[in-house]
């Protein structure tokens, strides 16, 4: 097992939301020393003697009911991983993950029953992918993706379904006289929106965002930027944002964690580390924001 | 010379070896004790092609014997080809009485249809099975759908039905229509109407369901509750038949087969035929009727 280090966040009080310990996932067969040879140090994820993949190493954070936490880095940082740990897509290889919405965060939520991360992953939690196709079943119409997840969570009534489906387009600004069209008819942004009015149908707590304007051309972003805004002012809920774009960050999140191959290299509110970078990694990255 | 007698029989009886009837029979005790469960089972091959109704036969061969009296139908007729060559290679294996009278029969196969009368708690229904997993239209793999009957996780499914009521105005489902058996599983009753789908509840005679191609069994025990899948707002109906009578015998209420005869005339027919004969010399048999909700 790996020792859990402590990196507490903005606020010492007791009301977070997300708690997260020692997160590590690796791919491949690693030994005893592989954490120890790998991350910014080394300038390497990959283990020297047994090749494993170190995604995550020894991740800790919290997060605070309404906040919104970023999490920024390069490509094959670990970013998505983190989430889709979060998410219940892959399996961690170690650490512990305490959220309020189980046992009031007195358990590992990466070590309960499937029907209960199934259970969590429906009511409590959302997720918006970087490719609607992850998050979208292409098959179904755009109010029977919104309808899968409001089944899931127990809504056997069709009125109600479309009434929620229909209310839930309105609010992401998607024609709702399309709600019984294919999302692959749609516009990319559209997609997203429709992602969007999915993940939130249920009204959880917690919602990932994996770099949800990353495939989007400039204007149609910054309009699902400010939806997201929007919502995330209306309904208070929680973010984790992964992003390479700092634009994003900066705009969407109050505090930013910045990952370099696997490992956080630092940590802190949004503006301050924008304004005044520490780690040269992180220097690096706000030179090169256009 | 000691003869070996090993092999003066052609064929054991109820042509399957005995080890085979011994697993399909033991699966077969798994898939009662977990209504609705698709129980995985092995066999040798059969000599009749798959999809004709090898796993239907598996489960009869497996069961029959000396006592029992066989009826075999397809799509409600007891006169269909298929129907004939299986009841002449059962009754040639097993010497076994067959009949086409439906309450005189102990063991019934099935192939699309369950008889129109009501079956006692002396009989078994023995339904053919092309397809056992209801999830497969939802979703291809089954590694997955295993998972998805395992924790319960049936929303594709669901989905499935709004979208067909969204785009068709209806549940759509021609046949095979999903039930959940003693509120747990979701199953296939097999490529029945849904017409029959109502019969499958809280039932006197067991139904087992067999699919040849999958090696899958499972099974409706006796007085199991049978719910067709419905929405509190949108419900299950079965076939209507409105001012539909039959040309054979002026019933009208029973599954209708529509035929056309050499002139193009447009007719209705009983389509259980057992049933249809029944009628025409007059007695009535017990019968459960499902009323649509307005």
Redesign the interface.
């Known amino acids: 097992m790996i020792e859990t280090t402590s990196i507490t966040g903005t606020s010492a009080s007791s009301e977070w939301l997300l708690r997260v310990r020692g997160l590590t996932k690796i791919y491949g067969d690693p030994d005893e020393q592989t954490l120890q040879s790998t991350g910014p140090a080394f300038d390497s994820n990959i283990c020297p003697r047994t090749h494993a993949i170190v995604a995550l190493s020894d991740i800790g954070f919290d997060l605070y009911p309404g906040e919104v936490l970023g999490i920024v880095g390069e490509s094959g940082s670990g970013k998505s991983t983190l989430v889709q740990l979060l998410y219940f897509d892959q399996d961690a290889t170690a650490g512990e993950v305490h959220f309020r919405g189980i046992d009031d965060g007195q358990v590992n939520m990466l070590g309960v029953s ?2 209960r991360k ?1 259970y969590t992953r ?1 009511h409590l939690l959302g997720m918006v992918y970087q490719n609607p196709r992850d998050g979208l ?1 292409f098959g ?2 755009s ?2 993706n919104i ?3 409001l ?2 969570a127990g809504t ?6 479309r009434a929620r489906a229909s209310s839930l387009l309105e609010r992401t600004e998607v024609p709702v006289r399309r709600m ?1 069209e294919l999302p692959s008819t749609f516009s990319g942004g559209m997609q997203q929106r429709v992602q969007i009015s999915k993940a939130i149908a249920n009204n959880p707590p917690l919602v990932f965002m994996d770099e949800v304007t990353s495939g989007l051309d400039v204007s149609v972003q910054a309009k699902v930027l400010d939806l997201i805004r929007h919502l995330q002012r209306e309904l208070g809920v929680s973010m984790i944002v992964v992003s390479h774009d700092l634009g994003v960050i900066r705009m969407l999140t109050d505090r930013t964690i910045v990952l370099k191959h696997g490992h956080i290299v630092e940590s802190g509110l949004t503006d301050q580390i924008l304004q005044d970078p520490q780690h040269p990694y992180t220097q690096l990255l706000v030179s090169s924001l256009l | 010379m000691v003869d070996n007698t090993k092999f003066k029989a052609s064929y054991s009886y109820a042509f399957i070896d005995e080890s085979t009837k011994k697993e399909v029979r033991r699966k077969m005790l798994k898939a009662v004790s977990i209504p609705g469960y698709q129980v995985p089972y092995s066999s040798p091959e059969m000599p009749i092609s798959r999809g004709w109704g090898t796993g239907g036969l598996h489960l009869t061969l497996s069961l029959i014997g000396r006592t029992d009296v066989f009826k075999i139908i397809d799509q409600g007729s007891d006169a269909s080809v298929n129907a004939c060559s299986l009841r002449e290679f059962v009754k040639a294996m097993t010497d076994c009485e067959v009949t086409f009278d439906t309450a005189a029969a102990t063991l019934i196969q099935t192939r699309h249809r369950v008889p129109e009368e009501i079956l006692t708690d002396k009989q078994i229904l023995i339904l053919q099975v092309p397809q056992p997993e209801i999830l497969r239209g939802v979703e291809r793999y089954e590694s997955k759908t295993r ?1 998805m009957h ?4 049936y ?2 499914i ?2 499935s039905l ?2 067909a ?3 068709f105005g209806t549940m759509m489902r021609g046949a095979g229509y999903p039930i959940r058996v003693n509120g747990r599983y979701i199953a296939t009753p097999s490529p029945i109407p849904r017409w029959d789908v109502p019969n499958l509840n809280m039932a006197h005679c067991l139904y087992l369901f067999g699919a040849g191609r999958e090696k899958r069994i499972h099974c409706i025990p006796p007085y199991t509750r049978v719910e067709p899948l419905q ?4 419900l299950f109906k079965v076939e209507e038949f409105r001012d539909i009578v039959c040309a054979a015998s002026g019933e009208d209420r029973a599954f209708m087969d529509e035929i056309y005869d050499a002139e193009g005339t447009r007719k209705f027919v009983v389509n259980d035929s057992n049933f249809l004969d029944k009628l025409k010399t007059g007695s009535r048999p017990p019968q459960r009727l499902f009323v649509n909700p307005d």
Do not use: C, H, P, S
Not at chain 1, 156 to 161: A, R, T
Not at chain 2, 231 to 234: A, L
């Open positions: 499937n029907q199934r429906n079943n179904f119409t109010g029977g309808a899968e997840k089944l899931m056997f009534n069709i009125g109600k379904i019984d | 998972q395992g924790e319960a996780d929303a594709k669901w989905v709004y979208e009521y969204v785009r929405f509190e707002d949108v």
